[in-house]
């Protein structure tokens, strides 16, 4: 018998959206690993707000939507705000019920800047990062650091000379024409007006120069979770003295190992790994004037080996990172908030590897 085609909707339900969303969906694992790691930062919150007033958004819905947002690659808090209005999933997954009206965007904003005071991200990941470590997924000896660069939200034409005086007014506000042809550009004698912090640079020989910070990243070995982030201003040595300050804190517990390309084989370098305990296993650039700073009492142990296998892994991370954390060109301007945006992300890559790890999806024969 054909169905008739009603199209007036019901009035009420009583099939809740936690027996919606299927038993196996991926993002279940995902939630309960969050919510575990946002119940441990109570107290923190606490600290964060006043005990009278009016009731904020609560920081854990905050998180869980943050959450989403890089997860689903959603470019901005206007098109979350839509996707939270009817995406089922979405609400579940937030903690929002059905009549439950979604927030207005600026709100939202505004909401998580308090967020950024309180420095949440490195502590949300400090907490998934320690369920990784007591599931006994993650290495602690052997780790491999790299960098890459986050575009800056600012156009080329902002970079202008810093002893300049005022422009006149531009002829078109939206567009304005700018000649810099022909003129040396260097980040001593020019400024970003737009993101001042942000500095012109370039991965290597033959790519051009872009407005960027430097993040940078250290995964352990044995399932390439990310154990550490540090966003820095980007220069020559930007990725190197990033890599030690990380290497500081990894190596608090006793001697580890630490891999790396190229870039980081410089004499000064390996010498400042070895002295704070770290045994440096970069690979060997030959081509160095000087040659390699890495000798055979390095390269001789078979472990060496492993880590110029295991450290290509890193490159997964910023991959992720830059595609589905939608870095690849950061939204947020200052080295503060990017470095948040950064951190918080890569958090949202550890929940989804550990999901994997732990909680692998059942194949049907």
């Known amino acids: 018998m054909r169905g008739t085609d009603t199209q007036q909707s019901a009035m009420f339900s009583y099939v809740s959206a936690e027996e919606r969303v299927p038993a196996e969906h991926p993002l279940r694992p995902v939630r309960l690993m969050a919510d575990i790691a946002l119940e441990a930062l109570s107290a923190a919150f606490d600290q964060m707000y006043v005990a009278f007033g009016r009731p904020s958004i609560a920081p854990e819905k905050l998180l869980r939507a ?43 904003s505004k909401n998580r800047d308090r967020l950024l005071e309180g420095d949440i991200a490195r502590k949300f990941f400090e907490q998934v990062l320690a369920q990784a470590t007591q599931a006994g997924l993650t290495s602690d000896e052997h780790f491999s650091v790299d960098g890459t660069l986050i575009e800056a939200w600012a156009s080329q034409k902002s970079f202008q000379r810093k002893d300049q005086p ?4 531009p002829d078109d506000p939206g567009n304005p024409t700018v000649n810099f042809h022909g003129e040396i550009r260097r980040n001593d004698t020019h400024q970003s007006t737009t993101d001042p912090e942000a500095r012109l640079a370039r991965k290597s020989g033959g790519h051009e120069s872009k407005l960027a910070y430097c993040g940078n990243a250290v995964i352990e070995n044995r399932n390439g979770l990310v154990v550490d982030t540090e966003l820095v201003q980007c220069s020559g040595t930007a990725e ?18 630490m891999a790396g390309d190229k870039g980081y084989d410089t004499a000064g370098f390996v010498e400042q ?35 110029q296998r295991k450290r290509k892994r890193i490159e997964e991370v910023f991959g992720w990172l ?44």
């Open 166 to 169: 005022a422009p006149p007014p």
């Open 66 to 108: 943050l959450l989403l947002q890089v997860l689903y690659t959603i470019r901005s808090e206007r098109m979350l705000m839509e996707e939270l209005q009817y995406n089922l999933l979405f609400r579940w997954f937030v903690g929002l019920n059905m009549d439950e009206p979604v927030w207005v965007p600026t709100v939202f």
């Open 240 to 257: 190197r003295d990033a890599a030690l300050l990380m290497a500081e804190r990894r190596c608090a517990s006793g001697r580890i190992t």
């Open 322 to 365: 830059k595609t589905v954390g939608a870095l690849r060109k950061t939204r947020h301007r200052g080295i503060f908030k990017v470095g948040w945006v950064f951190t918080f992300a890569a958090a949202a890559y550890n929940l989804v590897r550990m999901r994997n790890l732990l909680f692998p999806p059942v194949r049907v024969a």
């Open 273 to 307: 790994l070895r002295e704070r305990n770290v045994t440096p296993h970069v690979a060997q650039n030959v081509n160095r004037n000087g040659g390699s700073a890495i000798d055979g009492r390095t390269t001789r142990h078979a472990g060496y080996k492993i880590s």
